[in-house]
């Protein structure tokens, strides 16, 4: 008799057993083992993708990041120098303006090497939580390849020599 209900239920079942290579794939509601042939999925579809949130960026009311100052002059030229709005490029909703042409191939070319850490905000601010103030473009440094921005030179070197 139980011979005849599990045959007669993997009968049934046949048609909906589903092999998913990852758990994430699909969203089942209910499950059943079926010998050793998976699972069987009375409702199996494909999970809803969520939309990445926009990344947070410093920008002004124009969208402008670092206050117009060109990103590759950091590494370049180590100093800050204010970049001219007819060189400019968007990346990660936020525009950058560069002093030359030079420097947009550069930056167009690997955006994530030159973009500043932490969108823009005061480093020091943000490892605290907090947005902090805004920033001054001229209390900046380069630290292992990536461009750190704070709002005042306190708090460049709190982020700095902080442990």
Same mark, same amino acid.
């Given at each position: 008799?139980?011979? #005849?209900?599990?045959?007669?239920?993997?009968?049934?079942? $046949?048609?909906?057993?589903?092999? *998913?290579?990852?758990?994430?794939?699909?969203?089942?509601? +209910?499950? *059943?083992?079926?010998?050793?042939?998976?699972?069987?999925?009375?409702?199996?579809?494909?999970?809803? =993708?969520?939309?990445?949130? @926009? &990344? +947070?960026?410093?920008?002004?009311?124009?969208?402008?990041?670092?206050?117009?100052?060109?990103?590759? *002059?950091?590494? @370049?030229?180590?100093?800050?120098?204010? !970049?001219? &709005?007819? %060189?400019?490029?968007?990346?990660?909703?936020? #525009?950058?303006?560069?002093?030359?042409? $030079?420097? +947009?191939?550069?930056?167009? =070319?690997?955006?994530?090497?030159? *973009?500043?850490?932490?969108? !823009?905000?005061? $480093?020091?601010?943000?490892?605290? !939580?907090?947005? !902090?103030?805004?920033?001054?473009?001229?209390?900046?440094?380069?630290?292992?390849?990536?461009?750190?921005?704070?709002?005042?030179?306190?708090?460049? =070197?709190? %982020?700095? %020599?902080?442990?």
């Amino acid at each position: 008799m139980v011979a #005849t209900v599990v045959a007669l239920f993997a009968a049934i079942a $046949a048609p909906h057993v589903v092999r *998913a290579e990852s758990s994430q794939d699909l969203k089942v509601s +209910k499950t *059943a083992i079926v010998g050793d042939q998976g699972f069987l999925a009375q409702a199996a579809a494909p999970a809803a =993708k969520k939309a990445a949130p @926009k &990344p +947070k960026v410093n920008v002004d009311q124009s969208g402008v990041i670092l206050k117009g100052y060109d990103p590759v *002059a950091y590494f @370049k030229q180590h100093r800050p120098v204010k !970049g001219d &709005p007819k %060189f400019s490029s968007t990346y990660r909703t936020a #525009t950058y303006h560069f002093a030359s042409a $030079a420097d +947009k191939a550069a930056f167009d =070319k690997n955006p994530a090497k030159y *973009a500043p850490q932490y969108g !823009g905000f005061c $480093a020091d601010s943000m490892t605290r !939580g907090e947005l !902090g103030s805004d920033i001054d473009p001229n209390v900046s440094f380069v630290y292992k390849g990536k461009l750190y921005v704070c709002s005042n030179a306190k708090r460049s =070197k709190d %982020f700095l %020599f902080e442990p």
